[in-house]
């Protein structure tokens, strides 16, 4: 079966400009986390979407912003891209918000 | 408050054990978690543990939750050369779970 996945794996951009990342969840899985992993750091939680509604987001500027479709994947989209949103985007899936989350192999993020 | 905390390296010769630690401070946490992450690689569940539970044996994997102390570690038995990375710990906080990772232990096997 077919883990998480994330597209694309690598992408650079320029400040200000924006960027669309994809997920596709564990088939069957209803629910999608979005976190980011700036080198050297542990991940920091996003967006929880949830049976297409958002059930709780991180401390991220409104420049971070997200939704989930029917078939469950998701996308997460950044606007007027900083230097320092450059890092390792990870998207998890799950069952349901209660049940352990898979992660997929990330987008690596680089503005320039 | 949430946060998570590991020492930062672990050196181990080949065949030994590795012992892994990892303090938390959120104690409604429903499961606490060990992720492996290679270099430029995403995060693969290793294990996770119920939160009334005190240990969990997964082949040459063994964890041990102290909820008292709110203290967690992972065992790696005949530790190998491919278990070098880095492992995060983390728990689940809040209505929704979000994940709280540690900074992660750099686990280094010397052949």
């Known amino acids: 079966d077919a883990g998480v996945t994330q597209s694309p794996t690598h992408l650079i951009k320029t400040r200000g400009q924006h960027v669309t990342l994809r997920c596709s969840p564990i088939s069957g899985h209803k629910s999608v986390s979005w976190y980011q992993q700036v080198l050297g750091q542990g991940p920091q939680f996003i967006f929880q979407y949830y049976e297409k509604e958002e059930r709780g987001r991180g401390n991220f500027p409104d420049r971070f912003s997200a939704r989930q479709f029917p078939n469950y994947s998701s996308e997460l989209n950044v606007n007027a891209l900083l230097l320092g949103d450059s890092a390792l985007y990870l998207c998890?899936?799950?069952?349901?918000?209660?049940?352990?989350?898979?992660f997929g192999d990330g987008t690596r993020l680089s503005i320039l | 408050g949430e946060d998570v905390e590991q020492s930062l390296f672990l050196s181990v010769r080949e065949g030994d054990s590795s012992v892994i630690n990892c303090t938390y401070t959120d104690s409604s946490s429903t499961y606490l978690y060990w992720y492996k992450q290679e270099p430029g690689a995403g995060l693969q569940l290793l294990t996770y543990i119920f939160s009334n539970m005190d240990m969990k044996q997964d082949q040459r994997l063994t964890v041990l939750l102290n909820k008292k102390d709110k203290h967690l570690s992972l065992r790696i038995a005949d530790t190998q050369t491919g278990d070098s990375a880095i492992y995060f710990c983390?728990?689940?906080?809040?209505?929704?779970?979000?994940?709280?990772f540690g900074t992660g232990t750099l686990l280094a096997v010397q052949p």
């Open positions: 983390a728990e689940s906080a809040g209505a929704t779970n979000k994940l709280i």
């Open positions: 998890a899936s799950s069952l349901d918000p209660d049940q352990p989350q898979h």
